[in-house]
């Protein structure tokens, strides 16, 4: 389950032939997988993971900004 609003921009990587889920709010975030699926499952540990570290280490956790251009108005 997600526990943050974070954007994931999920796209084929024609050069490494895997799938990628990259966060844009969180750099840098990002995983991959043989499909769309297992690239944000990764990704949502990744994030998990890098939350964790920011809050241990003292870093700000940026607010969920990015929003894709589809959704401006």
Not at 1 to 26: C, G, R, T
Not at 34 to 56: G, M, N
Request: glycine share 2%.
């Amino acid at each position: 389950m997600m526990d943050h609003q974070y954007h994931i921009n999920v796209f084929w990587s024609k050069e490494d032939k895997v799938w990628i889920a990259d966060v844009p709010d969180l750099k840098p975030c990002s995983a991959h997988g043989d499909t769309p699926s297992e690239a944000i499952a990764e990704v949502q540990i990744a994030i998990a993971l890098w939350l964790d570290f920011a809050r241990k280490n003292g870093h700000p956790i940026p607010q969920a900004r990015y929003r894709p251009a589809i959704y401006a108005a």
